[in-house]
């Protein structure tokens, strides 16, 4: 599959405050990023995504960026509440094919 | 809200046991998948299907089989289970032509 880094691994971050999550990919005809939340439980859900002729995007408190000349998206959630803890997931879809990063488990200290 | 379901969510069985895992969604999406995934690790695609009666492969090696006889039923199978399958599974789909991915809760697997 196509190579899709993900940064940090884990995240902590005191309730209020933003948190910022990047992915790297390296295939230049990927056209989609979604951004996934995993919750215990829950399964993977969609959050927000991005197409590739869009720089930002947002919906309420959590936003996502693309940069296409450099290869890499990025999560924004901004005002963290305790049920953002989660495991988030980006990945980029090419063809029709969806690959995914490694993950970054977020936890929002009340 | 997506309708995607998976059964079990959690199956504890003893090697050489043959389970399958269920998938279903109301959607009447074309493409489904199979996703392994272990703790704190990249979901990894083991199979997939753009509908029925089509089933492919994935980018990870796995010893399990799927079948699409139905739109909306997307099973996998493990003949003969071994610790090393030993790992969460989630089952998506999407509309053909659409790309957002709607994934069911999964089915975490422990083989003693």
């Known amino acids: 599959g196509e190579n899709v880094e993900q940064h940090p691994s884990t995240l902590s971050v005191q309730e209020g405050d933003s948190a910022v999550i990047k992915c790297t990919y390296s295939?230049?005809?990927?056209?989609?990023f979604p951004w996934y939340k995993q919750e215990l439980g829950k399964g993977s859900q969609l959050i927000i995504d991005?197409?590739?002729?869009?720089g930002e995007k947002k919906d309420q408190r959590i936003a996502v960026t693309l940069n296409k000349t450099a290869k890499h998206f990025s999560l924004h959630i901004t005002e963290t509440q305790p049920e953002d803890s989660a495991v988030y997931f980006c990945?980029?879809?090419?063809?029709?094919?969806?690959?995914f990063g490694t993950g970054t488990s977020l936890t929002v200290i009340p | 809200e997506a309708d995607i379901y998976q059964t079990p969510r959690y199956l504890v069985i003893g090697t050489g046991k043959k389970i399958t895992l269920e998938c279903s969604q109301t959607?009447?999406?074309?493409?489904m998948y199979w996703y392994q995934q272990d703790p704190g690790m990249e979901l990894h695609l083991i199979h997939y299907?753009?509908?029925?009666?089509?089933?492919e492969k994935g980018d990870l090696s796995s010893e399990s089989t799927v079948s699409r006889i139905r739109t909306e039923h997307f099973p996998l199978t493990l003949e003969s289970a071994r610790p090393s399958h030993t790992s969460q599974y989630l089952c998506?789909?999407?509309?053909?032509?659409?790309?957002?991915?709607?994934f069911g809760s999964g089915t975490q697997l422990s083989v003693l």
């Open positions: 998506a789909s999407s509309d053909q032509g659409l790309e957002k991915l709607f």
């Open positions: 295939d230049s005809a990927s056209n989609y």
């Open positions: 990945a980029h879809v090419t063809g029709n094919q969806f690959y």
């Open positions: 299907s753009y509908g029925v009666n089509s089933t």
């Open positions: 991005i197409r590739s002729n869009v």
């Open positions: 959607m009447g999406h074309d493409k």
